[in-house]
């Protein structure tokens, strides 16, 4: 059943400004230096593969992965590529690097990235910046990653040989600004009547676990899950999908072992009843083993508590001494270890099951436009316009290529700092090409002479996910709402 509310107007403007905020606050960069980025989209880049090295190259970056004392061959992955404990990474470059900037796959992989290279790395969300000295062209990022890492680009910037040729400061200056891109959108929402959401939920609470619920457990920072695989004296791993928080999951039920509570025999336990009516037990207090057993003992009731950030400790109250339920990365299993001798520790996804109503959002047909324009200080403005020269923007659209000169031009003050301000609108894209690609390139023009901003190059499904990181994300001050976001990405999809 639906309540049709009445249709709304979603003009983006806060994200344009937001976006241009983010722009020009971020690290200003050195007359001497520039910027390079290298993608793991796909294999073509990657230029060498065996067991124990991959060598990916692009736009003068070169990244090699060696397997060093890892156990685990090196990742045969792309999108993201993905890069495990114990090996190392080196980045090189043709000119000497400054500054690396790590784009993850999650902020998690970015915390695991950031232990791993030290204190000179800070982390960000999913971004993990590397500042450096400029001495060298071929950095030793780390020597041995402490757990893995996905990756899904990096951002090199490096010094500018000084033979460059002798351009005024001002078009460098304007060379390095970017481009950017935001959204208008005339969409309808309508309340949505649903008799089941069912989700794998993140336990925080050990309180919230009860007799008769049904968990998965999972390994604290991998996608990893305990498998219905038992093998002679260890659970297999099945993998899983987290969200970008890590507090949901999706699962592959055929693989991951969907564990029921019962009572356990030892006051304050819980029984884990496996999907073949066994449970699962602490099997030895010498070697590591996690069996099943038909009969509930002391061996097999589990003493279950949770940290807030999710992490659980799950020890059998039997006799037998390696009774620590967890994750080995390193062999890529579960089992059970002595509590002296820890292995990487797991959390609790317990299955959920509501009814209520949803907010579900409908694009209108024709209802989104695309915004594209720039900021440039005053400084280099009224450099650029005492030479004469013209502003405008370069749109590509498939096979379409076209120069749009803008007339106005518009002040604007951010954080006390005066800018101007100019941007086109391409009205009414169909809802069918909200996948197709769109690019765009202020440029100041005199006569023949062009000088380029740094291109954006979007759909608009993925200025709607980049508005989904920007209003989960805590330390943008976006002003972006988390929920008309998502909704707005989920009808955009469909």
């Known amino acids: 059943m639906k309540n049709l509310f009445k249709k709304s107007l979603l003009v983006l403007m806060v994200a344009f400004i937001a976006v241009f905020t983010l722009s020009v606050t ?19 880049k990657r230029t060498s593969y065996s067991t124990s090295e991959q060598i990916w190259e692009e736009n003068g970056i070169t990244v090699t992965n060696n397997k060093a004392s890892s156990t685990t061959n090196v990742g045969d992955y792309a999108k ?47 971004k993990v910046t590397y500042s450096l000295d400029g001495q060298s062209n071929e950095i030793t990022v780390v020597s041995k990653f402490t757990a893995q890492v996905r990756i899904d680009a990096i951002t090199v910037t490096y010094e500018v040989p000084s033979d460059e040729p002798n351009v005024p400061e001002y078009i460098k200056n304007f060379q390095k600004l970017e481009t950017v891109s935001s959204l208008n959108v005339s969409y309808t929402y309508a309340e949505v009547t649903s008799s089941s959401i069912v989700s794998w939920e993140l336990v925080k609470d050990v309180s919230s676990l009860k007799v008769g619920d049904q968990i998965i457990i999972a390994a604290k920072d991998y996608e990893y899950a305990l498998s219905t695989t038992q093998n002679n004296n260890n659970r297999g791993q099945s993998s899983i999908t987290k969200n970008d ?67 659980a400790t799950i020890l059998a109250q039997g006799t037998n001494t390696r009774n620590y339920l967890q994750y080995n990365a390193t062999n890529k299993l579960f089992a059970c270890y002595a509590p002296d001798k820890p292995q990487t520790p797991v959390c609790i996804y317990k299955y959920t099951e509501s009814s209520g109503t949803e907010i579900e959002y409908s694009i209108k047909e024709n209802g989104v436009g695309l915004r594209f324009g720039c900021l440039i200080p005053k400084d280099i403005y009224d450099d650029l316009l005492a030479e004469e020269y013209s502003f405008g923007i370069n749109f590509v659209s498939g096979e379409n290529d076209k120069d749009f000169i803008v007339e106005s031009i518009a002040s604007v003050v951010i954080d006390e700092k005066e800018y101007y301000q100019y941007s086109i609108v391409i009205n009414k894209i169909p809802n069918s090409s909200y996948e197709q690609i769109f690019t765009a390139t202020c440029f100041a023009k005199l006569g023949d002479t062009k000088i380029l901003m740094q291109p954006t190059t979007y759909s608009v499904i993925t200025i709607l996910e980049n508005y989904v990181k920007l209003a989960k994300d805590p330390e943008n001050n976006s002003g972006l709402d988390k929920d008309l976001m998502q909704g707005l990405l989920e009808a955009a999809r469909r």
């Open 26 to 44: 971020s690290k200003v960069k050195a007359a001497d230096e520039d910027t390079a980025t290298i993608t793991f989209d796909d294999k073509s």
């Open 80 to 126: 993201p590529a993905r890069f495990y404990a114990n090996s190392s990474l080196v980045i090189s470059h043709e000119c000497n690097i400054n500054e690396i900037v790590f784009d993850c796959n999650s902020s998690s992989y970015a915390t695991a990235l950031k232990n791993s290279i030290g204190n000179n790395a800070t982390v960000s969300s999913d």
């Open 245 to 311: 928080e890590g507090d949901q999951l999706e699962i592959d039920e055929n693989n991951v072992e969907i564990i029921s509570l019962t009572e356990g025999n030892v006051s304050g336990s819980f029984g884990f009843e496996t999907s073949t009516q066994n449970y699962l037990y602490a099997a030895s207090s010498s070697s590591n083993y996690l069996k099943t057993e038909t009969n509930l003992t002391a061996n097999s009731s589990w003493k279950v508590t949770i940290d807030e950030d999710g992490t």
